[in-house]
C-alpha cells in the first residue's frame, strides 16, 4: 500500500510562487509514474505536471514555462514549483502515483493512477 500527503498549498495573490510537495509512503514497484493533477469546483481533475520513475517529464500546457516538477528520491518526495501564479490556478492539487505504468504517454490520463493523496488547496487572488 501506498500513501501520499500533500502540502504546501495556501492563499497567495497572482503572481506570486508556491511549492507544492508530496511525500510518498510504503512499497511501489521500481517503474512508475507520479503526477500533480488539479480540481477546480465544477471541473474535472486535470493533469498539470508529472515524472516518470526514469525522470521524464510532462507539463500541461497552462503550466508550462511556470512549473517545474522535481524529485527527492532520497526523501521519497516530489515537488512542484509554480511561479507566476494566476486566478485561474486556484484548485485542489492532487499527488497521484501510477505504479502500473512508467512512460509519459500514459501520464495524463487519471484512469492510470491507483494511489491518490487527499489533496492541498491553492487560491489565487487577483
Known amino acids: 500500500q501506498v500513501q501520499l500527503v500533500e502540502s504546501g498549498g495556501g492563499l497567495v495573490q497572482a503572481g506570486d510562487s508556491l511549492r507544492l510537495s508530496c511525500a510518498a509512503s510504503?512499497?511501489?514497484?521500481?517503474?512508475?509514474?507520479i503526477a500533480w493533477f488539479r480540481q477546480a469546483p465544477g471541473n474535472e481533475r486535470d493533469f498539470v505536471a508529472g515524472?516518470?520513475?526514469?525522470?521524464?517529464?510532462s507539463y500541461a500546457d497552462s503550466v508550462k514555462g511556470r512549473s517545474t516538477i522535481s524529485r527527492d528520491s532520497a526523501k521519497n518526495t516530489v515537488y512542484l514549483q509554480m511561479n507566476s501564479l494566476k486566478p485561474d490556478d486556484t484548485a485542489v492539487y492532487y499527488c497521484a502515483l501510477a505504479p502500473r505504468f512508467w512512460t509519459t504517454q500514459f501520464m495524463g490520463d487519471r484512469r492510470n493512477y491507483d494511489y491518490w493523496g487527499q489533496g492541498t488547496q491553492v487560491t489565487v487572488s487577483s
Open positions: 510504503g512499497r511501489t514497484s521500481s517503474l512508475y509514474l
Open positions: 515524472i516518470s520513475s526514469g525522470g521524464s517529464l
